[in-house]
T-cell receptor, first 112, second 116 residues
Framework: AQSVTQPGIHITVSEGASLELRCNYSYGATPYLFWYVQSPGQGLQLLLK??????LVQGIKGFEAEFKRSQSSFNLRKPSVHWSDAAEYFC??????????FGAGTRLTVKP | DAGVIQSPRHEVTEMGQEVTLRCKPISGHDYLFWYRQTMMRGLELLIYFNNNVPIDDSGMPEDRFSAKMPNASFSTLKIQPSEPRDSAVYFC??????????????FGPGTRLTVT
């Protein structure tokens, strides 16, 4: 069965610092991978997704993620964090049957 | 498109009462998902439909929960009777493979349910 692990539950970074959120997945076939962001009181918004092709994918708001099959990872990165990036971030894995499993989420706090 | 619409946005009810949550997916989407989010358990998939047919309801916690999709533009999640441990935010999401070949799920704003 597919599963997603996000090791960091709560991360704090300073504004302007770089960010990397980790995601490891378990899936028996070629996975479809996603990162979603949830602001307080809001639904989930897709940041980026990987289906195939270039393993480095660009998303909205300056985020990118790299798929590494050998490490079963899909880590999210941003070179310079803005205060508005404070939110909860979810990694998800899915397959061709369209079911999706989400990680536990990582809550990001941005210090001024 | 207005996106996925959920109602009500907030619901407060007493234990034992019936609760009905509603969802209108994005027009043309053929998959609909119901999720529950709590601090303790995170985001859980409860059930999903394809072309109005339930495909996987293994995430439905117990018989008190039921979901229906009578047509392509409407779905309900019902809890009867409700219990305090059902308090959570319930999200509806929809998707379509025809949408650029993507499995991206579009989420509604959620319904915050409080059972006292």
């Amino acid at each position: 069965a597919q599963s997603v692990t996000q090791p960091g539950i709560h991360i704090t970074v300073s504004e302007g610092a770089s960010l990397e959120l980790r995601c490891n997945y378990s899936y028996g076939a070629t996975p479809y991978l996603f990162w979603y962001v949830q602001s307080p009181g809001q639904g989930l918004q897709l940041l980026l997704k990987y289906f195939s092709g270039d393993t480095l994918v660009q998303g909205i708001k300056g985020f990118e993620a790299e798929f590494k099959r050998s490490q079963s990872s899909f880590n999210l990165r941003k070179p310079s964090v803005h205060w508005s990036d404070a939110a909860e971030y979810f990694c998800a894995v899915g397959g061709q049957n369209n079911d999706m499993r989400f990680g536990a989420g990582t809550r990001l706090t941005v210090k001024p | 498109d207005a996106g996925v619409i959920q109602s009500p946005r907030h619901e407060v009810t007493e234990m034992g009462q019936e609760v009905t949550l509603r969802c209108k997916p994005i027009s043309g989407h053929d998959y609909l998902f119901w999720y529950r989010q709590t601090m303790m358990r995170g985001l859980e998939l409860l059930i999903y439909f394809n072309n109005n047919v339930p495909i996987d309801d293994s995430g439905m916690p117990e018989d008190r929960f039921s979901a229906k999709m009578p047509n392509a533009s409407f779905s309900t999640l019902k809890i009867q009777p409700s219990e305090p441990r059902d308090s959570a935010v319930y999200f509806c999401a929809s998707s379509s493979i025809r949408d650029r070949g993507s499995y991206e799920q579009y989420f509604g704003p959620g319904t915050r349910l409080t059972v006292t």
